[in-house]
């Protein structure tokens, strides 16, 4: 007989945005556009 998997909860829009912004600060995002910029546009040789 095959094992039923639990439902999962239904996240609120804050309870994600929470999530999302602890998520952030734990691996030290930045919230700078420039930062961004740098770490996203590639190296021209």
């Not at 999962?8 to 930062?35: I, N």
């Amino acid at each position: 007989m095959a094992k039923e998997k639990p439902e999962k909860t239904k996240l609120t829009d804050a309870e994600r945005h929470k999530r999302f912004k602890d998520m952030a600060k734990e691996v030290g995002a930045s919230d700078d556009p420039k930062a961004f910029e740098k770490v996203a546009k590639p190296k021209q040789s």
